[in-house]
């Protein structure tokens, strides 16, 4: 680390926000220099094999040939034009692959440029429908608790309202209705029990309730949980039966990461709206999409505004959208199942066993996710500091270490960052009491 990199950090750690950090007392930020396949280094000459994919968003690995050319090439016709009044190629064929790609009721696709805005959007949509059909009072917003949507307003409010901080913000908030969480696992036994207050609340809010928002089968950043398909395909009834929209967040599931292409499928439901980002541009550039079925758009565009009311001023970024084909392109004409269920299996054999550790709780695997859920909250700058100097790049919180690599991750690499974990279990120091 020498003075120019120590002057940037301190500048950084004067002036600059950082996700979720104070800035009287910050948490440490590293400076990266590069970034290469799976690995990433750092200012002060560290490489870590990275256990995060930047958040769900990398799929290839960082700096990947055919996503920098594709960058380039669409760069040399033009970065950026406004999509009011103009259209162009790249956007035009992401649409139609994520049409063709996604359940086959989703046929209209809205652009935007972060998956919080795709939130907004989805919930927009659906109280536009409603609006439109002279049903007005259907407005609020059914949800789980322990659930994430992301950090704007709208989206805020469909977040669990404990993590969510929601008493900061109250006065502003929609007051969405909250169903219990899912409580039966993917790999446990379904009953019928685990949906009696759910369809309760159906039965007692139908007739204000615009839309259910959810993450299919991956509640991610509320507690990364892996629920059972049966309670999708349970709402997918519920809204049929109360005439209630269903919009699944695939934000963070989207494209792979779960072992289906979207996790939708695992309960075989055809959702009304869609929530596209993080992965969708392999992880290159903001970008997110929000699909919603014929019927949906024919209802908005024929009602009372006669349009659909948003249109962000880097809509279908051509850039994104380039690299974001490219992206598609490379996953599908891969054996992706293949690299996913062999990541699943080594998280299997290495990372499941880690349940008999001290301080873990229990540990799952589910794809390309693998978590270590302890008893203790961690110590999120120290057992940082202690992943960096053991060669790996993994960002735990509360009590969530968990890692999603990107999909070229290999073998080693995989053993790498499972030891990694493993060695900062039996530390105390990375804990708080
Ligand atoms: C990350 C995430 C969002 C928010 O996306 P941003 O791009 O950070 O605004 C919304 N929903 C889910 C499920 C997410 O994982």
């Not at 996503?67 to 380039?72: D, G, I, K, R, W």
Request: charged share 15%.
């Amino acid at each position: 680390m020498n003075n120019k990199h120590t002057e940037l950090l301190e500048f950084d750690r004067q002036h600059i926000w950082h996700p979720y950090t104070s800035m009287s007392k910050p948490l440490p930020s590293y400076l990266v220099e590069s970034a290469h396949g799976v690995e990433i280094k750092l200012s002060s000459g560290e490489t870590l094999i990275d256990g995060m994919s930047s958040w769900w968003s990398v799929l290839h690995g960082y700096n990947h040939p055919v996503l920098n050319q594709a960058l380039t090439e669409q760069a040399q016709d033009f970065s950026h034009i406004m999509f009011g009044g103009l259209t162009h190629q790249p956007a035009i064929d992401l649409a139609k692959k994520l049409i063709h790609l996604t359940p086959k009721t989703l046929d209209k696709v809205f652009f935007s440029d972060s998956g919080s805005v795709a939130v907004e959007v989805a919930l927009k949509m659906a109280l536009q429908y409603w609006q439109s059909k002279g049903q007005a009072d259907k407005y609020r917003v059914m949800t789980v608790r322990n659930g994430y949507h992301g950090d704007t307003f709208a989206a805020m409010s469909v977040c669990d309202p404990i993590t969510g901080m929601h008493q900061i913000f109250e006065k502003v908030l929609m007051k969405s209705i909250f169903a219990p969480a899912p409580s039966i696992n993917i790999d446990e036994t379904w009953h019928d029990d685990e949906i009696t207050t759910l369809e309760a609340l159906f039965k007692q809010h139908h007739h204000e309730t615009a839309a259910f928002i959810i993450e299919p089968i991956v509640q991610g950043t509320g507690g990364m949980r892996f629920y059972h398909p049966n309670y999708l395909k349970a709402v997918r009834q519920l809204c049929d039966q109360y005439q209630i929209l269903f919009i699944a967040d695939e934000i963070a599931t989207g494209l792979g990461r779960t072992g289906k292409l979207f996790a939708c499928e695992w309960a075989n439901i055809s959702p009304d709206i869609m929530c596209l980002g993080k992965t969708l541009t392999g992880g290159y550039l903001t970008l997110a999409a929000t699909l919603c079925t014929a019927e949906i758009a024919q209802t908005i565009s024929e009602g009372e505004a006669s349009c659909f009311m948003h249109g962000p001023t880097y809509m279908a970024n051509p850039l994104a959208c380039a690299v974001a084909n490219a992206s598609i392109d490379l996953l599908i004409n891969q054996d992706w199942q293949h690299k996913i269920s062999s990541i699943e299996l080594q998280f299997q054999q290495q990372l499941l066993p880690l349940k008999q550790c001290n301080k873990v709780a229990s540990t799952r695997v589910l794809g390309s996710i693998g978590v270590v859920e302890t008893t203790h909250a961690v110590n999120v700058a120290t057992i940082q500091k202690r992943f960096v100097e053991l060669g790996v790049w993994i960002r735990p919180f509360g009590k969530l270490i968990y890692i999603m690599p990107p999909l070229v991750i290999n073998k080693t690499q995989i053993s790498q960052l499972v030891l990694a974990i493993k060695t900062v279990l039996s530390e105390d120091e990375c804990f708080l009491d």
